[in-house]
């Protein structure tokens, strides 16, 4: 089993910047792609961002493009995301998740294709 801790969310200006991390532990040998989601109250839970279990692969959802990125380092069993030029309709609590089957690349962008999640971390930009 793998278990994902998300932390790094908080309160922030519009155009400011957060740093999301995700420590993973367990059978992390297990873990492939790495993702981002986010949620709001009464609404799915949208991608993000995932990165390629060598992070050599990366990809971002429209809205986000430009201003997140994507990391992960494999021997700290870690992934951040750092967002920066943040906007209200960026606030959302946001969840790690972790994929353990080699066929879900960064591509994949439906919670369908996550196995593993993290508690998630409540991001909110004022305006």
């Known amino acids: 089993q793998v278990q994902l801790v998300d932390s790094g969310g908080g309160l922030v200006q519009a155009g400011g910047s957060l740093r999301l991390s995700c420590a993973a532990s367990?059978?992390?040998?297990?873990?492939?792609?790495m993702a981002w989601f986010r949620q709001t109250p009464g609404n799915e839970r949208e991608f993000v961002a995932a990165?390629?279990?060598?992070?050599?692969?990366?990809n971002y959802a429209n809205s986000v493009k430009g201003r997140f990125t994507i990391s992960r380092d494999n021997a700290k069993n870690t992934v951040h995301l750092q967002m920066n030029s943040l906007k209200p309709e960026d606030t959302a609590v946001y969840f790690c998740?972790?994929?353990?089957?080699?066929?879900?690349?960064?591509?994949?962008?439906?919670?369908?294709?996550?196995?593993?999640w993290g508690q998630g971390t409540q991001v909110t930009v004022r305006s």
């Open positions: 998740a972790g994929a353990a089957r080699l066929t879900v690349t960064e591509f994949n962008t439906t919670i369908e294709g996550y196995d593993y």
């Open positions: 990165i390629s279990r060598t992070g050599s692969g990366t």
């Open positions: 367990g059978r992390t040998s297990s873990l492939f792609t």
